[in-house]
Nanobody, 125 residues
Framework: QVQLVESGGGLVQAGGSLRLSCAAS????????MAWFRQAPGKEREFVAF?????????YYADSVKGRFTISRDNAKNTVNLTMNSMTPEDTAVYYC?????????????????WGQGTQVTVSS
């Protein structure tokens, strides 16, 4: 079993940057593919970014964040990060990290087994 805890959320002005971190428990972190999702009020949870297990050679992004957000992982520290640049008010949401044993890119929330509790990100205009 994997427990995930997000941190790094907060309030930022439009055009600014934030770095989210997700700390995972367990000795098998490197065997999980990881992803970030977000959910804005009144909207469904949506995929943001994916990174493959082990060395993270495969990274995939939602079109809405491509070129602005970067996902990375540090298996020695059991963490996955999301660096967010050029943020806009449309990025305002609760951000969740999630883990799956699936090795290919998957963007549907139902394919992820473990979830963190979420961290709030608010971008002011």
């Amino acid at each position: 079993q994997v427990q995930l805890v997000e941190s790094g959320g907060g309030l930022v002005q439009a055009g600014g940057s934030l770095r989210l971190s997700c700390a995972a428990s367990g000795r098998t972190f490197s065997s999980y593919s990881m992803a970030w999702f977000r959910q804005a009020p009144g909207k469904e949870r949506e995929f943001v970014a994916f990174i493959s297990r082990n060395g993270g050679s495969i990274r995939y992004y939602a079109d809405s964040v491509k070129g602005r957000f970067t996902i990375s992982r540090d298996n020695a520290k059991n963490t996955v990060n999301l660096t967010m640049n050029s943020m806009t008010p449309e990025d305002t949401a609760v951000y969740y990290c999630a883990a799956t044993t699936i090795t290919v890119v998957v963007t549907g929330p139902s394919r992820y087994v473990y979830w963190g509790q979420g961290t709030q990100v608010t971008v002011s205009s």
